[in-house]
């Protein structure tokens, strides 16, 4: 399945693909288009939107798209919901302090951003930050290391 978001990610926009491949949809592909063009290739193409203004998921409530993904597919791991808390402060500006580790999320997110790479190759890049954000987590609700 497609899920379609907005180009140019920063933190929801990474976060989200990480938790969709690793709890949603193991084979997503993932596409990134203008902003303006989100909701019309959803349309076209039988993509789920997500994290762009009118998005099937995206921010509703005081909670980021990663959180809504979790809400609505119930997942249930400590480790995955601890990771929310962490995205959320790093992705909605007025939370920033909802982790310590939040900012410094964001100091990552923002640096692959500034990067002169491709949307598609700075997901690549970026996924394993959250292969091992995930792994610390597990650590810090369970004080055990699982394998991804």
Known sequence: MQWVTREHPKTD?????????????????IV???RDEVLSYADQNGAISFD????????????CTFEVLVEEYRIVDEAVRLMARVVHGADVAEDRDATPQSPGLLAIADGFAALDITDEEQLRLELPV??????WCQEQVCGCLQSL
């Open 130 to 135: 959250y292969d091992a954000l995930y792994a």
């Open 32 to 34: 990134y288009a203008p």
């Open 52 to 63: 762009a203004p009118g998005a099937r998921y995206t921010h509703r409530d005081g909670l």
């Open 13 to 29: 926009r990474i976060a989200c693909p990480w938790l969709i491949r690793k709890y949603i949809d193991t084979e997503a592909q």
